[in-house]
């Protein structure tokens, strides 16, 4: 426990070094003086290039919009070792709702979901969290980095995709897990709406559920997208047209061999058991 009070505290010292000063946001009866008991009102106070870090709590911290350019960070969506401290930074929906909130970043939250109510809001950083809904951006909203996340949701109602591009560009989906029960029935797909030639799905892990009907498709209306060192484990790596799949393992799809129809790409490996 101590080793990871340390390690936070030389996090939180880091993200001050860079971004200005720190905002805390704490419901806990224990709050040092100072801080806010909800994001909102830490954001209201807060000025551009500022970091509001959301302390874990044994209740969630609910919806906020983010209109300037802040990092808002919690503990992590799983923080180790858990036993020792179960609670975590959990809020709700994000909405991105001005271009002036271009520069942010969302890290270490266990959230709903983050979304854009607005045009042209580049350059957010997404890394680091538990997403149990969606991401959904409008358009113009490029240079999207969304990085080291998991997105998991166990509702087998929940019906829309994990990522809709709505036709962005320069988005980098890395290193990140998408896993879960997205629906029974219908048609299902982690990422969708893209025709850019500039996003790349690099180094990720998609994960099917044998126990959902419908469409096992990874993608939807993906079109020049590079897709490269990906895992595709009982998730059909289809709903791809004029797209470069390289270096990427599937297994107990009904696609294994890449590249398929129109698509291109080399040093794929077929029906391979990861041996997760």
């Keep these: 426990m101590k080793k990871s009070v340390f390690l936070l505290t030389v996090m939180i010292c880091f993200v001050f070094s860079v971004n200005g000063t720190i905002l805390i946001v704490d419901k806990n009866p224990t709050a040092p003086s100072g801080s806010y008991l909800n994001v909102a009102d830490a954001i209201t106070a807060a000025s551009s290039g500022d970091t509001i870090y959301i302390t874990p709590a044994a209740t969630g911290y609910g919806n906020f919009s983010l209109s300037e350019q802040l990092v808002i960070m919690g503990n992590g ?134 126990l959902a009907d419908g469409n096992y498709k990874a993608f939807n209306d993906i079109t020049n997208a590079i897709i490269t060192n990906n895992i595709f484990y009982y998730k059909d790596p289809t709903g791809c047209e004029y797209c470069n799949f390289s270096n990427n393992l599937t297994y107990n799809t009904t696609q294994n061999t890449l590249p398929y129809g129109n698509n291109t790409g080399a040093y794929n490996m077929a029906n391979q058991d990861p041996l997760f």
């Design 77 to 210: 969506h799983y923080p180790n070792p858990y036993n020792d401290y179960p609670w975590i930074s959990e809020v709700g929906i994000i909405t991105i709702n001005h271009s002036n909130a271009s520069g942010s970043t969302i890290m270490g939250l266990r959230l709903n979901r983050a979304y854009a109510s607005a045009n042209n809001i580049p350059d957010i950083t997404i890394t680091k969290n538990r997403i149990t809904e969606h991401l959904s951006p409008l358009g113009g909203c490029n240079y999207w980095y969304i990085r080291d996340n998991l997105f998991y949701y166990s509702s087998a109602s929940y019906n829309k995709p994990t990522i809709n591009l709505a036709d962005c560009e320069h988005w980098y989906i890395e290193n990140n897990i998408f896993s879960g029960i997205r629906t029974t029935s219908g048609s299902v797909y982690f990422i969708t709406n893209s025709s850019s030639n500039n996003v790349l799905i690099s180094n990720n892990i998609f994960i099917g559920d044998s």
